[in-house]
């Protein structure tokens, strides 16, 4: 090996997603929010109460995508959990804001994004318990909790890296955070 062939050296080089995977990945984010909308906000009409942004929605991916990649670069992570996806996805929905929300009679008005997105992480936590615990019941934080995360959310400025410690530490709160997974790492696989 000479002294400028780096390609041996494992490193992995950023590929574009292809236009399938793009599309898919993006029916997978408009399948979620249609379902957050079925239980937030029924009544919202496509084109006339909300729109979604879909360059945004594709930004997003595009990402999330490029965040892999980084998690496996700078720190040799392999593979990346489903709480640090979730939060990277939840990151880049509520700073690009792709789901705007036009009817102001709405509840979901002043903060889509916001809320979509911790109906994503939660969602994700509860997925997340199923598996472990298919016996126990998902309880959602308090209303007051919720509105506090909202609120941060809306107002906070958070980095990509406290959204991934929030979604880690949400879903220890719940007995499934990185120390249970890490320690039954065997039996789950």
Do not use: G, Q
């Given at each position: 090996m000479s002294n400028m062939d780096f390609s041996k050296l494992g490193y992995k080089h950023y590929e574009e997603l292809s236009n399938e995977e793009m599309q898919w990945a993006y029916d997978k984010i408009v399948e979620q929010w249609r379902k957050f909308l079925s239980l937030n906000a029924p009544d919202l009409v496509l084109e006339k109460d909300y729109f979604i942004h879909k360059r945004n929605v594709f930004e997003v991916i595009s990402r999330c995508n490029k965040r892999e990649l980084y998690h496996y670069v700078f720190h040799n992570l392999k593979e990346v959990t489903e709480y640090k996806v979730i939060a990277i996805k939840c990151f880049w929905i509520m700073t690009l804001k792709p789901f705007m929300v036009t009817n102001s009679n709405s509840e979901i008005y002043n903060c889509p994004n916001e809320m979509f997105s911790l109906f994503l992480i939660l969602?994700?936590?509860?997925?997340?318990?199923?598996?472990?615990?298919?016996?126990?019941?998902?309880?959602?934080?308090?209303?007051?909790?919720?509105?506090?995360?909202?609120?941060?959310?809306?107002?906070?400025?958070?980095?990509?890296?406290?959204?991934?410690?929030?979604?880690?530490?949400?879903a220890d709160t719940y007995g499934v955070g990185i120390s249970y997974i890490l320690d039954n790492y065997e039996t789950i696989k």
């Open positions: 969602e994700t936590i509860e997925e997340v318990m199923a598996k472990f615990f298919p016996d126990k019941e998902f309880s959602y934080p308090s209303e007051a909790r919720m509105r506090d995360l909202l609120y941060k959310f809306k107002f906070c400025s958070l980095s990509r890296e406290a959204m991934i410690a929030l979604v880690e530490t949400l």
